[in-house]
């Protein structure tokens, strides 16, 4: 146990060594590495709460093709997230079924609003993480082409401080995958209950019209 703690402590210590060496660019880099993962956590648990999924989705439409509308009903309000949510109320919508395209259609705009919440201070991330890791590189490279007329070991002054100012990149490049990879997953998973969310749509008008409503 203390070979690891220790280990562990110096793991830490080696860390803040390169975050320090790594300029004054590593603090936009934390902020940044620290908002993506809050933001993965929030939709994480948003999407979690929201989501009907997709056994839900088949189910549903099972039952309104065998034209079991109550049995359908009924699932759809013991069922948790958003989909199931629009689908039991747009099933107690009496006027028709243009009423009911309606009501399904704004509230599909609204969902799809929330679900992309966020996700685009993902995407801006991706791409601002890399250039911020190749400033904080070039910044330091120029301090280390400063040395070569002042220090009589130039050669050895200038490798340290290029391998120093690569650190920034490194950074800026572990960020960016970081955010790729979150928001490439939300996307995936987002498109995943648009297209059950449409399906039961779909299977609930199908069912307003084999009714003529």
């Given amino acids: 146990m203390s ?3 220790r280990q562990f402590m110096e793991a830490i210590q080696q860390t803040i060594m390169y975050f320090h060496k790594g300029g004054l660019v590593m603090w936009p880099l ?3 590495s620290i908002a993506v993962i809050a933001i993965a956590i929030e939709r994480f ?3 979690k709460a ?3 999924g997709q056994v839900f989705a088949a189910k549903y439409c099972e039952l309104l093709r065998a034209d079991e509308k109550e049995e359908a009903l009924q699932l759809a309000e013991a069922a948790n997230g958003e989909c199931a949510k629009i689908v039991a109320d747009a099933a107690k919508i009496t006027d028709g079924r243009e009423q009911q395209k309606a009501f399904l259609e704004s509230q599909a705009g609204i ?3 929330k679900l992309k919440n966020k996700l685009d201070y993902l995407a801006i991330i991706v791409t601002m ?3 911020l890791g190749l400033l904080g590189t070039i910044v330091g490279m120029i301090g280390a082409f400063s040395i070569f007329n002042l220090e009589s070991g130039a050669p050895i002054a200038i490798t340290g401080g290029i391998g120093e100012a690569l650190i920034a990149t490194a950074t800026g490049l572990c960020v960016a995958i970081l955010s790729l990879c979150a928001h490439s997953y939300f996307a995936h998973r987002m498109d995943n209950m648009i297209t059950d969310m449409e399906q039961c749509f779909s299977a609930l008008l199908e069912a307003e019209t084999r009714s003529g409503k």
């Fill in 129 to 131: 993480s890399p250039l």
């Fill in 50 to 52: 929201e989501d009907s």
């Fill in 111 to 113: 969902f799809i609003a």
């Fill in 30 to 32: 934390l902020f940044c």
């Fill in 3 to 5: 070979i690891f703690r």
């Fill in 45 to 47: 648990l948003f999407y």
